[in-house]
């Protein structure tokens, strides 16, 4: 079965660096997600995107994230100056469009 | 008032129960709702969706939704040690071209002992 694949699955960074977490969201795919639960948690949306463009994000998306479909297949997050509060384990997901969205296993993000 | 509620847990239970999991939720307009399980350092794996009120069957789990209350079951019939995972509900309102945003509760965790 076609599956959501996230790269790498841990990532640890220093305070203020940039980091990009990776996805390859199934292929017939037209709607793009990415979510993310700190440690206890509920999982939280962050960002939808769908035709090379957001279409929804959260309070939590701010100028810090961007994300971008830079080729056919991925689906980059990208988190300019990581904060000790960005730890969490982010979450990719996709749709094919009014049903429900299919996850990765997640990139567990550590900031130091 | 929380958007959606849900019982933390832990929830244990002997091998072969019926199993009730359940949310509440505060915004009528909420029309998509699912059912994900999560096993530990998985991501959520979609078990079960509805649209509006009803029930839904799938095997030994079914689904309910009643929107008059704003609340949602999910039912698993003959437990097995399997099932012990992280039970997470989100829903959605929907839109014309997709989903779109979900929102969860906070899951509750299953422990089924053989």
């Known amino acids: 079965e076609p599956e959501v694949t996230q790269t790498p699955s841990h990532q640890v960074t220093q305070m203020g660096q940039e980091v990009i977490l990776r996805c390859v969201p199934i292929?017939?795919?037209?709607?793009f997600y990415w979510y993310r639960q700190i440690l206890g948690q509920k999982v939280e949306f962050l960002v939808s995107?769908?035709?090379?463009?957001?279409?929804?994000k959260s309070e939590i998306f701010d100028d810090q994230f961007s994300v971008e479909r830079p080729d056919g297949s991925n689906f980059t997050l990208k988190i300019r100056s990581t904060k000790l509060e960005d730890s969490a384990m982010y979450f990719c997901?996709?749709?094919?469009?009014?049903?429900?969205?299919?996850f990765g296993d997640g990139t567990r993000l550590s900031i130091l | 008032q929380k958007e959606v509620e849900q019982d933390p847990g832990p929830l244990s239970v002997p091998e072969g129960a019926i199993v009730s999991l359940n949310c509440t939720y505060s915004n009528s307009a909420f029309q998509y709702f699912m059912w994900y399980r999560q096993y530990s350092r998985k991501g959520p794996e979609l078990l079960m969706y509805t649209y509006s009120s009803g029930n839904k069957e799938d095997g030994r789990f079914t689904a309910q939704v009643d929107k008059s209350s704003k609340y949602i079951s999910l039912f698993i019939r003959d437990s097995q040690p399997s099932d012990s995972a992280t039970y997470l509900c989100a829903m959605s309102d929907g839109t014309n071209t997709g989903f779109q945003k979900l929102v969860f509760g906070t899951g509750t965790r299953l422990l089924v002992s053989p």
């Open positions: 995107f769908y035709n090379n463009e957001i279409s929804e």
């Open positions: 997901a996709s749709s094919k469009g009014p049903e429900p969205q299919h």
């Open positions: 292929s017939n795919h037209l709607y």
